[in-house]
Every structure is written in structure tokens, then in C-alpha cells.
């Protein structure tokens, strides 16, 4: 690096100076081999390192001499003879080591067969374009190692041959799965030298191993694929038949068509108990009671909790109600966190635990109160909560859902655990024909056999949705309903056992592409509601979402995954949007016990939990993709002095951080110290973990990420730095302001960003000619009003757009903003907090949601105007008004969802034809609107409508006259009413 450095300075450009460069390039590219990492014999290394050193003072010799002070034309023809020296030293250097290099034997690594087929297909396409274009292998370019480019663009262009033509023969096994059978050591050593084939073009990009991957581990490889690609054009030209394979084939597309259903929980054979655990809870003892309910893992203890807990009777009744998901792992913090914001409508603050319990407690004193604890696998997690719970006679009550009766009784107070019986062979039966056949009936020829699978079902539930989900895709076909009852027939075991059983048989029927977006869902925690816009990204991040539809975006294909999934019923649906899109997921706990023992298995992902902190060697983590949640044994473990931390894997690829909420022992650790040596890291989500100061320059040796999640106090947006495969970026940054610079316009491949109001370097945006052609999302920009169109003009197709304006809030001058030009736009949110009003807002005519935040409601209201397609409309008010008069020429026909936030008016002058088709309507924090009128019962669409924190009696009076109004005219109970005070 001296030599390197020493040559830049006032260097004359000749041949003995590009001698020397070749030379001193070259050197550099071994010294940086890494030769640490394999067997290399002692002598071998100290004679070639003889060589390095005698080329290395040959260099410094010719750079004197070349140093324009010491110039002597006299000394040119020698200084070239000593350059021609340098260069033959060179090439017998190189000689020496690419002979040993291929001397040494390749021993291939395991890697997950799970989406083996999309992977091999996704290493193609990367394969094609490397021969294609030379952009991706810059520095292999220069002059010194012109020739390993040359072997690696060779070996790329056969790989791609190669694969193709055992890519092309899987395929065609897939789609005759149930005659022939290619065997599976072929298919496995196939995919695993796929994963080797990248993880070695990776490494050689970034540097790292570069001779070792050109000379031993590629050839190796290819040997290896030639050799099984013969193997395999025999067999299956010669149509050998092996075991006929009797199991359930997958198909490579699931239906297309995803509806939504109207009610995720089917709730079938449990009325009866339902409503005597509603009776008590609301009659019974006149002292604090828990209710527990038992049932093993499927049995469907949670659905139940959720029907009582959501019915209109204890609504009504008791003041406030919480649910709280404790699972086997939890944080007491977290959880009085949890109680606490339902119950108040705020978070707290405070550092020490035992005084936010105080306050839980002195805030439920006196209300009648309704928890429900979810998931309790022990006593302790009640003997953390109990003290927070008062007891003043007025029956409130508290919910436990467990699996273990011995925790029903620890906890029961007066009234015996309920213990959960199994559903009937009949109940099983009719959860069955609604969940294949949702609206529909069953036909009459199937109504035999699916009594039959129903019986195999052990009165489970959730054997009986996932059951339900096989069979959707041919539920109108009699012969496949019989190979369904004969797959079951095949499970045996105790009915915990026989649960993975069924989720096992749901797995093998996905089809190849969705088998990893499953398996993914073992990254995250036990009852862990996913959004489904981080999931998707880290789906598309991963690699696997493939098979792009002509016109169809990554992101619409992965929600069609998703989709999938849901329809298999191997995923839940957590929350919904306004429009009935899924906006959170997550699994039930036995299909999360499958993804992590199947992982496991396959070495497809490791989960690692913190309190066992014997288990937090990182060095050791040989999967790929790592998720560790880490608690305050592993906290500790991370403050030891710095010699005493192991290092991560170097071929990690994924790195998924969770953690308890412990930000205050955070600083003590800085774990991007480490993550920026893993130079192949694909994935980093970091995000539970804050930091106190971060530079993006730290992490700019990680030119293969595509997804990054941060927490930070600062971060430092480097001018120089660039992540050119960046798809994704978080940064969770809210205490200081963020500069973005010219640079960030050069990450071209962003897909999806989400920061807290970075500003744009003024020069950066105008001077910067490169355009975000992929960006789709970009959350919580600060932009000058006036510049809005330039933003958008670099962001052509973004769909989901955040900003808050910004300018001088008292000028008065009147101006125009326009954005109905962007018509890609689906969802806006505009935050004038600060800054001027504009006169006129041209939004695009197709936009669907919209968010205005802190701009007068009247004048809000008449930029909807020219919104044909609005669906939803949020509008947040701050300044006082005692009246909103909504003018009845103005007309939402569309509008789904409307929300109406901290309005300061008493009064709402409204005709219900202004929203003809409105579903739900949201008041938040309105304390001074008196009521809602009694005309909103004509709309004959509105399903909800939710009250928070309003704490006007008058106005939830109007909500429940409406509910009345419309049960009696038309005789059955379409609204919903919710009031969270």
C-alpha cells in the first residue's frame, strides 16, 4: 500500500510506470488472498513470499528512479530494463501460485435445497449478465489480471451452459413428479454447487480469496457439474424410471385469484363455550377472576380468546381491555409497555420497570379492566404481571390462553381452568367445507369423502385449515380429495406430533418457489406480527422472488407469494388494510416449530436466543442467514473488552438482529464494527440495536447488500459512499437531521426507502443526473415546497411517497404545488407542519390514499376535489375551528376509510352523500366534536366506526344512536362499534 500510495504522487505516465502498477496490482491481490483460510504448506509460502519481497524492493527501487526528482534521461533504457524484469518476475510469480492454487482440493460446502430451482435460475440470469457486461468486474479489468478475467468470464459463460441444461431437465422432472424421480443427492449436489458458484463470483468481486476461487474452487466446480450433467442427460434420456414418488405433487402455480375472505378465524363447534365464558366474565364473582384457557398447540385457544374478547357484550362492559402475547421468551418491560399503551392510549417512558408496573396499576385502579394474556408458558410471567393488576371489587377480569394445565392452575383464583375440548368428526367437517369452499357449498359427491379427511384431523383446527389449504386447489376434483385421505393416512402419532405431520404435507405441496418465503418466516419470533412491506423487501433481497410477470413489479409478485401462502393456510392474516390487503402476518407457533426445525435440517437459517449465552458463537454459525435475539446475559457478554468477542462468519449472507427493547445498555456495543468485515452480507436488520453514532462509510466495503435496517442516534450520510446493489434502506434516525448527498442518486437499484425527515443536498438533487428508476417507496423526506417536481421527476415510478414540506410558514404569497403529472402515485402523505399552505395541490387523479397533517380540515377537504379514485383520506388538524361545514357539492364517490385526527371542532356538518361508499370512519383525539350525525346510518356501506380517545360522552352517545338506528330500520347488526378510551 506504500508503494501503491508512493506512486501516485506527480507519477509520470509511461511504460515502466504502468510496469509497475501491473506489479504492484498483482501483489496486492495476493498479500490479499487470505491465505489463512487454507491449508497452505509452510515452504511453498515462504519461497513464494521470497519472491514477493525481492519484486517488492525491485519496485521501490524503479519508483526512485521514475520520482520526476530524480529523472535521468540517461537511466531511461535502464529503468525500463529493470520494469521488463519486474513484469517476467511477475508472471513467474503468478505461475507458481495458480499451479499450487489448482494443487489444492475443493471440498464443497452444505447449502439449503429449499428454492433450489428459483435459485438456479436467479445464478443464470447473474451468469448472463456478467458475460454481457463488464461493469460488475471493474477491477478485474486492469492490466495485471487480465487474464483471471479472462478465466472467470470463461467459467462463467460454461457455468451458465451447464446449469441451464440441468435447470431445463428439473423442470421437466417437476412437472412428471408422480412417474419419475431424479435422485435427490443429484438435485441437492446440483443446488449446492449453484450456492458455490455464487458465493465464489461474490468473493472475487469484493476481493476476497480471488485466487483461490479462480484457480481451485471454480474449476473444481465446473468438473463437478459436468460430470452430474452427464450423469443426468443419461438417465433421462434413457427414461429410468426409480422410485415412483407417492406423495402429494406440488404445482408450480397456486390459483391467481385471491379474494378476502370476509372473517380470517372461522370459528366452528366452540358457540357453546363461547358464550358461558362471555356469561362469567361478565357475571360471576364480584373480585378480580382469571379465566384460563387450556389446549394443546392447533386446538385453537387464541381464536376463541379473540371471539370473546372482541364481542360487542364485553366491549361494552368493561372500561378498558389489552392483549398481550407473553410466548416463551418475553421481556417484562415490553410487555407492562404493551398493557400500558392500550389501556392509556400512550407510551411510557420511564427507565425502570417496577415504575412503569406502578403506574399500570394506579391507572387500572378503579376501571374494570379486561387482559387477556396469550401464550403463557410458565408461572413467572404471572408472578412479573399480577402486582400490576388491582383488585377493587367491580369483576374485572383477566384472560391466560395456555398449553400447559399446570399453569392453569397456578394462576386460577375461583373459577377452574376451561380446558378445550377437540372438535367433533362433524364440527371438523364443517370447519373443513367452509374453509375450501368459503361461500360456496360443498357438492353432495364429496360430502363422504370429507368426512373422511375430517376424521383424520383429531378434531385440531389447525390440522383442519391446513388440510383445507391442500386441497383448495383442486377441491372440485373427487380423485384428488382421495389422494389427500390417503397422504393423511400415512401420518401417524400423538396429535402435537401428528400437527407437524400435516404442516410437513403442506410443505412438500408448495410449490419449489414458495418453500423459502416459508421457511423465511423462522427468522422472526414466536408470535411476531410481520409487516408485510419488511417482509416482502427481504424476500426480494434474498433472491426469492423470481418468475417476474411481463408489466408485474417484484413487489406485486411477492405479494402474490404471499398471497399464496395465505391461501395455503400455512400463514395468518394479523391485520388487514382499509382496502382488504394483508398489512400484517405472521404463523402460528407450530408451523414456526416446523420452518425452524426444517431450517435446521437444511441448514437454511439459524435461529439464535440470547439468554442461552453459551450459544453466542458467531464464528461457529455456519448457516447463511442468521436471526439472535439477545437479553441481558448476552448484553453482558457483548460489553467484555474487544479481544474477548468472536467474529461472524465471513461467508455470512444474512444477519437479522432482535432484541428485548434493552436500548439503554445498547452503546456498549457496536456491533457494525464486525458487520463490515462481512463483505458477502446480502441482508443486515440491525434495527432493534441503537447505536450512538453511525457513518455510511463504515458499511461502503459491503457492495453486496441489498438490505439495510438501522438504528442510530447520527448517521452520516458519506458524500464518497456507495452501495451500488442496495434495494432497501431504514434508518431509524430521529435526534439529529440527515444530508443526503449527490451520491445517493447513483444507488439506483433502491427499491424501498424509509428514513426520518433527511433533507436533500441542494446542489446533490439538481447537479446529480441519475435517476431512481426502481423506487417504489419513500417514506419521511423533507423537500422545499417548490422543488417537490424535481424530486419526483428522479423518483419516476415511485407509488408510495411521504414528504413534509418546507419553507417560511408566514409568507404570504400565494403559490401552486402540482403532482398530478406523477401517475404512478398511489399513496401520499403531506405534512405542511412549518411550512406555507399552498393556494392550490394538484394531486394525480388516480391517487388512493391521501394523508394531509397539519393544514385546516376546510381547506384540506377541496384538494380531494378531482380525486375520482380516492379510497382513503386521513386529514389531521391541529388549529382551532368551532364548526366544519362540509359543503354538499363536494363528493368522495369511492371513499373507503376515512380518519378524522385531532380536529379542535364541536360541530360536523355532513351529508351522507358525500361518502356514498364509506366502510369505516376513524375519530382520533376529536375531544371537543360533540357528535356524529344521525344520518351516517343511511350509508348503507359503513361497517365501523372506531372512537379513540375522545373521552366525550356525548359523542360516543351519537356512535351507539346510529348503531340503533340502523339495527332497527333494517333489522340485523352491520356495524361495528369501537370505543378505545
Not at 206 to 222: A, D, E, K, R, T
Amino acid at each position: 500500500m506504500y508503494l501503491k500510495n508512493k506512486k501516485l504522487e506527480n507519477f509520470p505516465n509511461n511504460v515502466s510506470t504502468r510496469t509497475i502498477d501491473v506489479a504492484i496490482e498483482y501483489l496486492l491481490v495476493f498479500l490479499n488472498a487470505d491465505v489463512s483460510n487454507h491449508a497452505i504448506d509452510g515452504n511453498w509460502l515462504n519461497e513464494v513470499m521470497e519472491k514477493v519481497g525481492a519484486i517488492v524492493g525491485d519496485v521501490l527501487y524503479v519508483i526512485q528512479k521514475l520520482l520526476p526528482s530524480s529523472i535521468n534521461k540517461d537511466d531511461t533504457s535502464k529503468n525500463n530494463i529493470w520494469s521488463i524484469q519486474i513484469m517476467e518476475k511477475t508472471k513467474d510469480l503468478k505461475g507458481q501460485v495458480k499451479t499450487y492454487y489448482k494443487s489444492l482440493k475443493f471440498t464443497p460446502s452444505q447449502f439449503p435445497p429449499a428454492g433450489g430451482l428459483c435459485f438456479l435460475e436467479s445464478l443464470l440470469r447473474k451468469l448472463n449478465e456478467m458475460s454481457k457486461s463488464k461493469s460488475c468486474l471493474d477491477f478485474m479489468m486492469k492490466p495485471h489480471i487480465g487474464n483471471l478475467e479472462k478465466e472467470l468470464s470463461s467459467l462463467a459463460f460454461i457455468l451458465e451452459e451447464e446449469f441451464s441444461s440441468l435447470s431445463s431437465i428439473f423442470r421437466d422432472v417437476a412437472k412428471a413428479h408422480h412417474e419419475h424421480k431424479i435422485p435427490k443427492n443429484l438435485h441437492r449436489r446440483t443446488i449446492n454447487l449453484a450456492y458455490e458458484v455464487e458465493v465464489a463470483i461474490d468473493s472475487i468481486l469484493v476481493q476476497y480469496n480471488v485466487l483461490w476461487h479462480i484457480f481451485c474452487s471454480l474449476p473444481s466446480i465446473l468438473k463437478e457439474i459436468k460430470h452430474i450433467c452427464a450423469e443426468v442427460t443419461e438417465m433421462w434420456s434413457a427414461d429410468v424410471a426409480l422410485k415412483p414418488c407417492y406423495v402429494i405433487a406440488p404445482s408450480k402455480h397456486l390459483p391467481t385469484r385471491h379474494s378476502n375472505p370476509v372473517n380470517d378465524e372461522e370459528i366452528v363447534g366452540f358457540e357453546n363455550d363461547t358464550e358461558k365464558m362471555i356469561q362469567y366474565l361478565i357475571r360471576g364473582t364480584n373480585e378480580l377472576d382469571v379465566l384460563s384457557i387450556v389446549g394443546m398447540g392447533g386446538q385453537g385457544k387464541t381464536t376463541i380468546a379473540r371471539q370473546v374478547y372482541n364481542n360487542d357484550i364485553i366491549v361494552s362492559c368493561f372500561d378498558v381491555r389489552a392483549w398481550c402475547i407473553i410466548s416463551q421468551t418475553y421481556n417484562w418491560r415490553e410487555l407492562l409497555q404493551e398493557i400500558f399503551s392500550q389501556v392509556t392510549g400512550s407510551k411510557d417512558k420511564e427507565d425502570k420497570d417496577d415504575i412503569l408496573a406502578d403506574k399500570l396499576r394506579k391507572h387500572l385502579m378503579g376501571k374494570r379492566y379486561l387482559i387477556v394474556l396469550d401464550d403463557m408458558w410458565d408461572g413467572t410471567a404471572w408472578d412479573d404481571l399480577r402486582l400490576s393488576f388491582p383488585d377493587v371489587g367491580n369483576r374485572s377480569r383477566i384472560v391466560v390462553t395456555t398449553r400447559l394445565e399446570k399453569v392453569g392452575a397456578y394462576v386460577m383464583h375461583h373459577i377452574d381452568p376451561y380446558i378445550l375440548p377437540f372438535l367433533t368428526p362433524e364440527e371438523s367437517c364443517q370447519l373443513l367445507q367452509k374453509k375450501v369452499f368459503q361461500q360456496e357449498g360443498c357438492p353432495p359427491e364429496l360430502q363422504d369423502v370429507s368426512l373422511a379427511i375430517a376424521k383424520r384431523c383429531k378434531g385440531l383446527p389447525l390440522v383442519v385449515v391446513l388440510v383445507a389449504g391442500i386441497i383448495k386447489r383442486k377441491k372440485t376434483e373427487a380423485s384428488w380429495w382421495d389422494v389427500v385421505e390417503k397422504s393423511l393416512l400415512s401420518s401417524h402419532g400423538e396429535s402435537e406430533g401428528y400437527s407437524l405431520s400435516v404442516v410437513q404435507l403442506s410443505y412438500d405441496n408448495l410449490p419449489d418457489h414458495l418453500r423459502p418465503c416459508l421457511l423465511y418466516m423462522g427468522m422472526f419470533l414466536e408470535d411476531t406480527k410481520i409487516p408485510v412491506s419488511k417482509l416482502i423487501s427481504l424476500w426480494i433481497a434474498e433472491g426469492f422472488v423470481q418468475n417476474i410477470e411481463s408489466g408485474r413489479v417484484m413487489e406485486e409478485a411477492a405479494e402474490g407469494y404471499l398471497m399464496d401462502l395465505i391461501h395455503s393456510n400455512v400463514v395468518m392474516v394479523s391485520k388487514r388494510k382499509y382496502n382488504g390487503k394483508v398489512k400484517y402476518c405472521q404463523v402460528h407457533d407450530v408451523v414456526l416449530h416446523f420452518c425452524l426445525e426444517r431450517s435446521r435440517e437444511e441448514k437454511f437459517m439459524l435461529l439464535v436466543k440470547g439468554h442461552y449465552s453459551h450459544q453466542f458463537q458467531p464464528s461457529e454459525w455456519k448457516e447463511s442467514r442468521v436471526s439472535f435475539n439477545y437479553s441481558n446475559e448476552l448484553s453482558k457478554f457483548a460489553s467484555l473488552r474487544s479481544k474477548t468477542r468472536k467474529t461472524f462468519n465471513q461467508h455470512l449472507r444474512s444477519l437479522i438482529m432482535t432484541n428485548g427493547g434493552l436500548f439503554h445498555i445498547s452503546y456498549t456495543w457496536d456491533p457494525f464494527r464486525q458487520c463490515s468485515k462481512l463483505r458477502l452480507v446480502k441482508v443486515l436488520d440491525l434495527s432493534s440495536h441503537k447505536v450512538e453514532c453511525l457513518s455510511s462509510a463504515t458499511l461502503q466495503p459491503l457492495i453486496h447488500l441489498k438490505y439495510l435496517a438501522l438504528h442510530t442516534s447520527k448517521f452520516d450520510f458519506h458524500p464518497k459512499s456507495h452501495l451500488p446493489n442496495l434495494e432497501t434502506l431504514i434508518v431509524n434516525c430521529y435526534a439529529n437531521t440527515m444530508l443526503l448527498p449527490g451520491t445517493f442518486w447513483k444507488m439506483e437499484k433502491l427499491r424501498h426507502v424509509d428514513m426520518h425527515l433527511p433533507e436533500f443536498d441542494k446542489q446533490g438533487i439538481f447537479e446529480e443526473s441519475s435517476k431512481l428508476e426502481n423506487l417504489r417507496i419513500l417514506r419521511a423526506v423533507v423537500i422545499e415546497i417548490d422543488r417537490v417536481d424535481v424530486l419526483l421527476g428522479k423518483c419516476p415510478n415511485v407509488q408510495e411517497l411521504r414528504i413534509r414540506f418546507k419553507g417560511d410558514r408566514k409568507s404570504r404569497e400565494p403559490f401552486c404545488s402540482t403532482l398530478e403529472s406523477f401517475t404512478k402515485l398511489q399513496s401520499v402523505f403531506i405534512s405542511f407542519m412549518g411550512s406555507p399552505i399552498p393556494s392550490e395541490l394538484h394531486l394525480p387523479s388516480n391517487l388512493k390514499k391521501l394523508v394531509l397533517d397539519g393544514i385546516h380540515v376546510e381547506k384540506a377537504i377541496y384538494f380531494t376535489v378531482g380525486l375520482p379514485n380516492l379510497e382513503c383520506l386521513h386529514l389531521r388538524d391541529f388549529t382551532h375551528s368551532e364548526e366544519w361545514y362540509l359543503p354538499i357539492d363536494i363528493t368522495l364517490h369511492k371513499l373507503k376509510f376515512l380518519k378524522l385526527s385531532y380536529l379542535r371542532i364541536s360541530r360536523w356538518n355532513v351529508s351522507e352523500e358525500s361518502f356514498p361508499l364509506l366502510e369505516t370512519l376513524v375519530i382520533n383525539g376529536c375531544s371537543k366534536l360533540e357528535e356524529i350525525q344521525l344520518s351516517f346510518a343511511n350509508i348503507l356501506t359503513l361497517k365501523q366506526i372506531k372512537l379513540m380517545y375522545s373521552g366525550n360522552e356525548s359523542l360516543e352517545a351519537s356512535v351507539e344512536r346510529i348503531k340503533e338506528e340502523i339495527t332497527e330500520n333494517e333489522g340485523c347488526d352491520r356495524l361495528n362499534v369501537i370505543i378505545i378510551k
